[in-house]
């Protein structure tokens, strides 16, 4: 089983941005990041597939964030744009997830990373 550290989560005002990023222990497939709002259930953000870089969002954040990959570094990211109160959620990382937004489907997890937006 993969290992995932995340990092970078914070607070920032609506409008700003943020940049996660999620290392893994060894390469793996399609990795995803997943949020849980406060009182809500997990549910999934963004996919990449590493090997080619295929990507897939929640209607969400479509046009907003953006993930990436560093192959090299076993390293995932999350650039987060005009970020809005509704994004406050933790934020986790996950790999294994087939190629779906699904969290069930993820077979790795991360710790987990605070994210707060405020007004």
């Known amino acids: 089983q993969v290992q995932l550290v995340e990092s970078g989560g914070g607070s920032v005002q609506a409008g700003g941005s943020l940049r996660l990023s999620c290392e893994a222990s060894k390469y793996t497939k399609y990795m995803g990041w997943f949020r849980q709002p406060p009182g809500k259930e997990r549910e999934g953000v963004a996919l990449i597939q590493p090997a080619d870089g295929y990507t897939y969002f929640a209607d969400s954040v479509q ?14 990211y999350l650039q ?23 969290p069930s489907r993820c077979k790795s997890w991360g710790q987990g990373t605070q994210v707060t937006v405020s007004s």
């Not at 933790?90 to 937004?101: G, N, P």
């Open 63 to 76: 046009g907003r964030f953006t993930i990436s990959k560093d192959n090299a570094k076993n390293t995932v």
């Open 80 to 102: 987060m744009n005009s970020l809005k109160p509704e994004d406050t959620a933790m934020y986790f990382c996950a790999a294994d997830c087939f190629w779906s937004l699904d």
